[in-house]
């Protein structure tokens, strides 16, 4: 797939809950065909701090408006760089990057869609992209508390949403594997991205229940395109470049399960 270096302009910055901001840029030509899954890199200019782009997961591709959307969590001067812009100001990418999700081949596959944290950021593209085919995901979304929980109603116009919180102030109480629905239904297919170790629970139990399941890894990268190799993760298939042949890994290629 071709890459293209851009210069977006940023159409709005939405602060959310905690740390998290939404970036909706825009371009004056049509964007890019993108894939759930894929991320961009990110230039951030006026950091002295910040000598290499930051790696962020295309949130959503909004191509009634040629909008692309950042879930952006401001943890460093990086990231805390890029969502102290404001509408107007333009923003570097190289994209689209990466390999994405695997998508349904008939809409009668019943797909689980598991996100925690900033880690929801791909599913919701995911999730359109799945409904325009008219298939109907089922979204799984973790949480510390309600507070942390992120863009809800907008998962919601594309699927069914479960929610669990580790201290129970919203949906059923406990880690994303704890939900109940994973006893009540069976799914053909997961998709999950967000912490480590809550991807290696979901791949774990996808393992058990016989269920093919792909997961994001979010190994730091600063290339982008397997130039630099300081993202090589260590997989059944010898040592690979998360950012040229993932970030999305199918659990059979990893070595959690060994």
């Known amino acids: ?5 851009l210069d977006l302009k940023v159409k709005s910055v939405e602060k959310m809950a905690g740390r998290y901001s939404l970036l909706k840029l825009t371009s004056d030509q049509p964007l ?64 689209p990057l990466g390999r994405g ?47 942390d929980l992120l863009m809800i109603d907008e998962f919601e116009k594309y699927g069914r949403v479960m929610v669990t919180t580790e201290d129970g102030s919203q949906g059923e109480k406990g880690f994303v594997t704890n939900h109940s629905i994973l006893s009540n239904e069976h799914f053909d297919f997961i998709a999950t991205c ?18 093919e ?12 395109l397997g130039a630099c190799l300081c993202c090589v993760e260590k997989t059944n298939e010898g040592n690979l470049c998360v950012c040229k042949e993932g970030p999305v890994f199918n659990i059979k290629q990893l070595l959690w399960l060994n």
């Open 194 to 211: 967000g912490p480590k170790p809550m991807m290696m629970a979901v791949a774990k139990y996808a393992h058990k229940a016989g269920i």
């Open 32 to 95: 890019p065909t993108m894939i759930p899954g894929q991320f961009v890199e990110v230039r951030v200019d006026g950091s002295a701090a910040t000598y290499l782009r930051r790696p962020i997961s295309i949130n959503f591709v909004d191509k009634d408006h040629n909008e692309m959307w950042l879930l952006v969590a401001a943890i460093g001067d990086g990231t805390k760089h890029i969502t102290s812009l404001v509408e107007g100001d333009n923003l570097n990418c190289v994209l």
């Open 1 to 5: 797939m071709k890459k293209y270096i």
């Open 213 to 224: 399941c792909e997961v994001s890894l979010e190994n730091m990268m600063a290339c982008g």
């Open 101 to 147: 999700f695997t998508l349904p081949d008939s809409a009668s596959q019943k797909f689980l869609l598991v996100g925690g944290g900033v880690g929801v950021a791909p599913l919701l593209y995911m999730g359109k992209v799945m409904a325009d085919m008219g298939c109907q995901p089922t979204f799984l979304l973790g949480a510390r508390s309600d507070k």
